[in-house]
């Protein structure tokens, strides 16, 4: 039995998918639970359903840290604060990534052994089905090459248990494959992480995705620049392959013909299976859902913080830092 | 009048495609001169047409700088020497990002008052036809903010010279855009581009390519991870759609009906329009073209190398930097 505590302010799309996405993961896990927190008036639907906390103040995506730790009645703090005090084995939010870190962090503080938290990312790849997680993507600014090689094995955790890979194939993002090759930090760790049985050397950013990894491990900064260069140039492509079926019917009428392969190159790229970012290394599981989730997105994010929250992922990733 | 030095080797398809592109290139440019080195068994066509160096060893990709400054006799090698000596205005090759910078650097030397070079590549955006340049894309393990703030500046004359771009917005790749936000390097950086009156602010990865900048600035190594990034995933999506047209004679058909639209997609994409990546910085124009340049890509490159000579652009950086 765990409990997962839920953030219903912060998403872009209300708290309605939220609820909707709470009854049916109690429905298929009966035997969990869930506290809702955030506008009660909002959450009338999950009376008898779930416990529900009210805390009516919606962190604003551009909120400060300083702002996130004053703000003690918004959803967001409320929740982490629940966490805290051991009422929860999970927290989700689809609050922004900077005021997650912060409450987290903050309020949970990083698991033992732990130098700083990250968030990790799954990617899809090539290969169908087969998912690679990149790690830091946007937690920190800079990090020291001791920093990586936690991240390695933090990731490598995760992979184990939500990506179901045995013995996880490592690499480093670097800019070039032989050793040697990347900034001054990634060189450093390269030398640490060869201690790694699972250490594979140095990625390039043109093949993270062709399968071959399943943990590629970053500095949260260039890892950020990586996740959104991805995202920004996939849309684009979308754009231009919807425009180009949008012109007329001929083009619509060619749609007709390619749907089924262009709904599994969507789905391929569809971020909202995959739940969202995993903020690793503070005490708990921390699941950061995509500001944009629908229900089916909400549901994955719940499906994954009780995977990690049933692995106890926190205690061995403390474990595997000793 | 410009002569342009062109390295024949080092290209994946041979030099067949730079034998046709340089055949074109004069026939449309008679004022001009090519110097091409290489092989001269398989430069006989030119004969007549422009002047042939020999010098037939081709450095490997993985060429080591100790490699390349070696192989007195490589063409690399040799075209960046007759530049130094002062024979040509421009320098072309398809040969590795590695063995360029260091043969180019070593013997061109950096242009005065230039810290650091850097390689510029322009990369499509959503508006149509309009283009962003990001640098350094890979000439460096890392920057100092003043290097970056260099960036800027050599960012910018390309914008002017090559986009045509009278007042190039400039930005700088963070993981926010938000003031504050970024790597230790981009938050010093971002104080000191203040002075710039074309400096826009910070930039998001997602939304690099959204036609908003005419310049983004990174370090090297961020930059390089940016490029291929991009790569990469274009690469993915453009499969995924030729699989999704390729599976029967019904998806076949639905090809016909999109193939303008999706044709504007490649154009979008096509890197071969660009004529390569420069190396900005250093004495002399100095052009990588694309590993797997054909005829077309290779036209591009000289029309890019000639019109960087005719607008002076070394001296024009070594002015701005003063």
Redesign the interface.
Same mark, same amino acid.
């Given at each position: 039995m765990k409990t997962i505590i839920i953030d219903t302010l912060g998403g872009d799309n209300g708290s309605k998918p939220i609820v909707a996405a709470i009854k049916s993961f109690l429905i298929d896990n009966p035997e969990d639970k869930v506290i809702a927190v955030g506008n009660e008036n909002e959450l009338q639907e999950l009376k008898g359903v779930c416990e529900i906390v009210h805390a009516p103040y919606n962190i604003p995506m551009?909120a400060s840290p300083l702002d996130v730790m004053r703000h003690k009645d918004s959803s967001l703090y409320v929740a982490n604060l629940l966490m805290k005090e051991g009422r929860g084995d999970a927290v989700i939010s689809a609050g922004s990534t900077?005021g997650i870190l912060t409450a987290s962090t903050l309020l949970l503080k990083n698991a033992p052994n732990v130098k700083r938290a990250a968030y990790v990312a799954p990617f899809p790849t090539?290969i169908k089905g087969k998912k690679v997680v990149v790690l830091d993507v946007?937690a920190n600014?800079?990090n020291s090459p001791e920093e990586l090689v936690q991240f390695a094995v933090m990731g490598s955790l995760y992979a184990q248990i939500v990506l179901k890979v045995e013995k996880p194939k490592i690499y480093l993002?670097s800019?070039?494959t032989?050793e040697g090759?990347?900034?001054?930090v %990634?060189?450093e760790a390269y030398k640490l992480l060869k201690n790694n049985p699972n250490f594979c050397g140095n990625m390039?950013?043109?093949?993270?995705?062709?399968g071959e990894a399943d943990v590629i491990v970053?500095d949260?900064? %260039?890892g950020?620049?990586?996740?959104?260069?991805?995202?920004?140039?996939?849309?684009?492509?979308?754009?231009?392959?919807k425009?180009?079926?949008k012109?007329n019917l001929? %083009?619509k009428?060619?749609?007709?013909?390619?749907r089924?392969?262009?709904k599994?190159?969507s789905e %391929?790229?569809d971020y909202k299976s995959t739940g969202g970012a995993m903020l690793l290394g503070v005490n708990g599981v921390v699941v950061k859902a995509h500001g944009n989730s629908d229900e089916y997105a909400f549901r994955c994010a719940l499906n994954v913080a009780k995977s990690l929250a049933d692995s106890d992922i926190s205690n061995k990733i403390s474990e595997g830092l000793k």
């Open positions: 551009e900077g090539k946007g600014n800079e993002l800019n070039g032989e090759k990347g900034s001054p %990634t060189k390039e950013a043109r093949n993270a995705l062709s970053s949260g900064f %260039t950020n620049v990586f996740l959104k260069g991805c995202e920004g140039i996939a849309k684009m492509m979308s754009g231009m392959i425009s180009a079926f012109k001929w %083009t009428l060619g749609y007709l013909h390619v089924k392969g262009i599994e190159m %391929t790229m």
